[in-house]
């Protein structure tokens, strides 16, 4: 197989774009403020610091329809990868690395309106006199409070597309992985309705080459904005009072449970010191648990729990 170059600068440009285009974006659906910027980096210290690199948060909190939203691009480099990255792949340990993405969460104000996820990110495993080893991961998934079928459509036939160009198998394959990586094994249910998950995407793992799995990449990035916008364009100004906003919280408080117990970029971050403020702006400002709470069958709120189990979105609905 012959060996591909890895355009690091690229991949950089890329992401710093989709970063000011979906804050921008998110901004004037908000309507109400901008996004933050909070430039930072790292020098690593022994023992104290073990990443060294930057990168930019861009954050927004208290927006009339964006309660908490956090946009993140970060390039950093280690001298040895943490567990959770060797836990598939023991042959790369004690190996160096780089690790450059954009990982965002959007927590709206509106109980009606669902929190997204995406992120996309390359990943580049080196040692001395050996050729790097890299790949590319990523994704997006829905999480509503209140589903609607035509929201659940649009997202996943954005998903579809994302994927058209590089063939008919790539949508099933990476939107069951989705369903199956975003997934509370304690609760028995998916974190939501799904979308795109892809890791381990590489020449040596799947026959692309560096630049079409490049591709891949930016059409998943940026086919978020367009999945995700005219879902909050129609729902943001829907009326809801105290008991919606109520379970809102309540189920806010499984994607809290997840980030912190399964998600990789969580763990991966924390293992290797990484800077805690960009690592946890994923997490929603308010959450409540409240003790096995049941929401009465027939009711508005008991109609999610029939949306938490993977489905063939676009045939069963669509």
């Not at 600068?9 to 309507?31: F, N, P, T, W």
């Not at 892809?198 to 086919?223: I, N, R």
């Not at 009072?241 to 997840?258: C, D, I, S, V």
């Amino acid at each position: 197989m012959p060996e591909t170059t890895v355009n690091v600068q690229a991949v950089k440009d890329y992401l710093l774009s989709l970063q000011e285009d979906i804050c921008r974006q998110m901004a004037e659906e908000d309507g109400s403020m901008e996004f933050i910027v909070d430039e930072w980096d790292r020098e690593g210290e022994e023992g104290v610091m073990r990443l060294t690199g930057g990168g930019r948060t861009r954050v927004m909190e208290g927006g009339q329809v964006i309660e908490k939203g956090g946009v993140n691009f970060s390039h950093v480099r280690g001298q040895n990868l943490p567990p959770s990255a060797t836990a598939h792949r023991p042959e790369l340990a004690g190996r160096s690395f780089q690790a450059l993405g954009v990982s965002l969460v959007i927590h709206p104000r509106n109980p009606y309106v669902p929190t997204s996820h995406a992120n996309v990110r390359l990943f580049i495993a080196e040692k001395e006199g050996e050729t790097p080893v890299w790949w590319f991961g990523g994704g997006f998934d829905l999480t509503p409070y209140y589903p609607f079928d035509d929201d659940v459509v649009h997202w996943h036939l954005q998903s579809k597309d994302a994927c058209a160009p590089f063939g008919d198998a790539i949508y099933p394959k990476y939107k069951k992985w989705c369903d199956e990586y975003f997934y509370l094994k304690h609760r028995d249910e998916t974190r939501g309705v799904g979308g795109l998950f892809y890791d381990d995407l590489s020449q040596e793992t799947f026959g692309w080459d560096f630049e079409k799995c490049f591709s891949f990449m930016q059409s998943v990035g940026d086919h978020f904005i367009e999945a995700y916008r005219p879902i909050v364009a129609r729902r943001k100004s829907m009326e809801y009072g105290e008991r919606q906003k109520e379970f809102q919280l309540y189920r806010r408080g499984r994607y809290a449970e997840f980030n912190l117990a399964f998600d990789r970029g969580t763990i991966f971050g924390l293992q290797t010191g990484g800077r805690t403020e960009s690592i946890l702006m994923s997490m929603p400002p308010v959450v409540t648990w409240k003790y096995d709470y049941q929401p009465e069958p027939g009711t508005e709120e008991s109609e999610i729990y029939g949306f938490l189990s993977p489905k063939d979105w676009l045939t069963e609905i669509g």
